[in-house]
């Protein structure tokens, strides 16, 4: 695709239920991102993969939150028993190498949750 | 805290006039990067700057990196009111896999 692409734009949910977000990252690119960003904040890392290696989940906030890349491409973010300070913008973000050798990362234009 | 602090948090200028943004970071970093964020969505990637780079261009923006002082700048030049925006840097630690660690940003406001 011409961009990241994320579903869905915006999302309310009442508390205790799960959501999903979903992320199709730029078509070859091997990296892929997830943040989120809390009203007037800066972006808070979650997780990323890295092709078919092992995803640095070091940034998930609890256990509620998985991820997961199938075929290595298209990603889903789960927030299990949402609460309502889970309430953010989830961006995700996708780039052709490991930005740690100077690759680009593309973002998406976010999902925004609200649990209320 | 941030690994990535901006300075300062709100800058509001003219247009046409120049503006300039400060990040400060805590350890050792593989690479820099600037984003630019318009209404809370999506960011745009600004420019790259490596740790064994000082100065980059990019049309009218210039990015410093001093590594001895742990800081960078973002200099708009000639500004629009189009650039108003929200600018965060990110950092790439060294060892720190390849997560980019951003600052809680500068809210920029350019007046006509």
């Known amino acids: 695709g011409a961009g990241v692409s994320q579903s869905p734009s915006n999302k309310v949910t009442e508390k205790g239920k799960d959501v999903e977000l979903r992320c199709d990252p730029i078509?070859?690119?091997?990296?892929l991102y997830w943040y989120r960003q809390s009203l007037g904040q800066g972006l808070e890392f979650l997780i990323y993969f890295q092709g078919n290696s092992a995803p640095d989940k070091s940034g998930l906030p609890s256990d509620r939150f998985s991820a997961e890349r199938t075929g290595g491409s298209v990603s889903t973010l789960t927030i299990q028993r949402t609460q309502q300070e889970d309430s953010a913008v989830y961006l995700c973000?996708?780039?052709?190498?490991?930005?740690?050798?100077?690759?680009?990362?593309?973002f998406g234009e976010g999902s925004w949750l609200t649990v209320v | 805290s941030q690994q990535g602090e901006e300075d300062p948090q709100a800058l509001s200028i003219q247009e046409g006039e120049n503006a300039t943004m400060n990040c400060s970071y805590k350890?050792?970093?593989?690479?820099l990067q600037w984003y630019r964020q318009n209404s809370g969505r999506g960011l745009v990637h600004l420019i790259l700057?490596?740790?064994?780079?000082r100065e980059k261009h990019s049309g009218r923006l210039r990015v410093t990196l001093d590594t001895s002082k742990k800081s960078s700048s973002l200099l708009i030049t000639a500004s629009r009111a189009a650039d108003t925006a929200s600018y965060f840097c990110?950092?790439?630690?060294?060892?720190?896999?390849?997560?980019?660690?951003f600052g809680t940003g500068t809210q920029l406001k350019v007046e006509l």
């Open positions: 990110a950092t790439v630690l060294t060892g720190g896999g390849n997560k980019l660690t």
């Open positions: 350890t050792s970093i593989n690479n």
């Open positions: 078509s070859g690119h091997t990296a």
């Open positions: 700057i490596r740790s064994n780079e």
């Open positions: 973000a996708s780039s052709l190498g490991p930005t740690v050798s100077g690759n680009t990362i593309y």
